[in-house]
Nanobody, 116 residues
Framework: QVQLVESGGGLVQPGGSLRLSCAASGSIASIAAMSWYRQAPGQQREFVAVLTGRGTADYAESFKGRFTISRDKGWSTVFLQMNNLNPEDTAVYSC??????????WGQGTQVTVPS
C-alpha cells in the first residue's frame, strides 16, 4: 500500500509560479515511477509529467519548458515546479505512484487556480 498526499496548490496570478508537493508513505521502496496529472472542470484527466526510478523525466508536450518534476532522495516526496502559469492551468493536480504488477495509487489532489 502507498499513501499519497498532495499540497502546495492555491490561487496564483497569471505569470506566477507554484511548487506542488506529493508526500508518499507506505511501501515506497517498491515504487517504479511517479507522475503528475491534472483535471480541469468538465475535462478528462490529463497527463502532465512522469519521473522514473532511474531519474528520467518526461512531460506532455504542452508543459515542456514550464513545468519540472523532481523528487527528494527516494520517493518520500515528489515535486512539480510550475512556472509562467496561465488561466488554462486551473485544475486539480494529482500525483500517481506505480508499483509494477501491483497497481497505481492516487492522491486526493490539490487545487490550482489561476484567474483570468
Amino acid at each position: 500500500q502507498v499513501q499519497l498526499v498532495e499540497s502546495g496548490g492555491g490561487l496564483v496570478q497569471p505569470g506566477g509560479s507554484l511548487r506542488l508537493s506529493c508526500a508518499a508513505s507506505g511501501s515506497i521502496a517498491s515504487i517504479a515511477a511517479m507522475s503528475w496529472y491534472r483535471q480541469a472542470p468538465g475535462q478528462q484527466r490529463e497527463f502532465v509529467a512522469v519521473l522514473t526510478g532511474r531519474g528520467t523525466a518526461d512531460y506532455a508536450e504542452s508543459f515542456k519548458g514550464r513545468f519540472t518534476i523532481s523528487r527528494d532522495k527516494g520517493w518520500s516526496t515528489v515535486f512539480l515546479q510550475m512556472n509562467n502559469l496561465n488561466p488554462e492551468d486551473t485544475a486539480v493536480y494529482s500525483c500517481q505512484a506505480v508499483i509494477p504488477n501491483v497497481r497505481a495509487y492516487w492522491g486526493q489532489g490539490t487545487q490550482v487556480t489561476v484567474p483570468s
